[in-house]
């Protein structure tokens, strides 16, 4: 049974090692998978990563403060519960309270790294296998082995120093086509002879409601009082076709309401720069699938986002402005 381990940072990846090696020893039949650890010499790193999150019935997610709002982790979540139609996926939160878990994370059922948190965790793995341990042995297992576990987490150092490691964006972009790929491949096996009526006529209807909905946005953006919510409002519109695009949206709008005039100029700008690249990116079209649909809902999304930041970047500063 395959079990994709999600990192990202130098902690959360000695965690996430720490479990690929601590696993096997309770649930014989199971085999974890990390980056960085199980890809060969030779092989391509993102069509690696790209063909276990297709192979992995579930998902391990190492989560720390460091990478509580990191957008790999929520494109790998997100990744991971779209391509694993039977399987579970369970943020494991290191150095975290569960009510540390907002946003889109907080809609999978997260366990605590202690002992009863990781009880949860190797039950929930034994319970979807179809080789099943019992849990007798189980619950035998887990404390006896305990140890072995606590001992390589407890030296992971308590703090990131200030060199670490940030992937480059094309990396990121790369992996996240690859990774994707699955699923678009089996949306274009879904021909309009192999749907259902409802299906197709839902379909068509979005195709006419859409452009319409994208025109109203691009008027909103214009009015004054709109605020972050435009962000919110493009991240449903978006959600179904570009799930991780919504997701950055929703992580944007937060930083946006959440932080000081300088951290929402430089979200905004971030995104401006990100979508800006991904619209111009080869990878983005392997990304739509080639669909003519997509392409044109996403080709909207900078031209509202032009209208819509400098409107938000005057909102916010203005707000501040009173607030003091």
Not at 29 to 53: M, T
Not at 157 to 179: A, F
Not at 209 to 235: K, S, V
Request: aromatic fraction near 6%; proline fraction near 5%.
């Amino acid at each position: 049974m395959k079990v994709f381990i999600s990192w990202s940072g130098k902690r959360s990846k000695a965690l996430a090692t720490a479990l690929r090696d601590w696993l096997p020893m309770v649930l014989q039949y199971v085999e974890p998978w990390v980056s960085d650890k199980d890809i060969s010499a030779g092989e391509r790193w993102a069509q690696a990563i790209a063909g276990e999150l297709e192979a992995s019935n579930f998902g391990i997610i190492c989560i720390t403060p460091e990478n509580l709002h990191s957008e790999w982790i929520l494109f790998e979540s997100g990744a991971l519960s779209k391509s694993m139609l039977d399987a579970k996926v369970i943020p494991l939160l290191f150095g975290l309270e569960l009510s540390d878990l907002s946003g889109p994370l907080s809609q999978f059922q997260a366990q605590k790294m202690e002992q009863a948190g990781v009880v949860e965790v190797v039950r929930s793995i034994n319970k979807i296998s179809q080789t099943k341990t019992s849990e007798q042995i189980v619950n035998q297992l887990v404390p006896a082995l305990w140890p072995h576990l606590q001992t390589a987490i407890e030296s992971i150092p308590d703090s990131v120093p200030s060199d670490k490691h940030m992937r480059p964006h094309h990396e990121i972009l790369e992996e996240l086509v690859t990774g994707v790929r699955g699923i678009n491949s089996r949306m274009r096996e879904l021909e309009p002879e192999s749907m259902d009526r409802e299906q197709a006529y839902r379909r068509r209807r979005l195709t006419r409601i859409y452009p319409r909905m994208l025109e109203e946005m691009g008027m909103i953006a214009m009015e004054e009082g709109g605020g972050p919510l435009q962000l919110l409002m493009l991240a449903g519109i978006y959600r179904e076709d570009f799930p991780w695009m919504a997701e950055v949206l929703t992580e944007a709008y937060r930083e946006i309401r959440d932080g000081s005039p300088d951290i929402a100029e430089r979200t905004l700008l971030r995104l401006r720069r990100m979508m800006k690249h991904m619209m111009h990116s080869k990878m983005f079209f392997e990304l739509s699938g080639g669909s003519k649909h997509f392409m044109a809902m996403a080709e909207e999304l900078p031209m509202i986002l032009e209208m819509a930041i400098p409107r938000m970047m005057s909102e916010k500063s203005q707000n501040n402005e009173k607030d003091e």
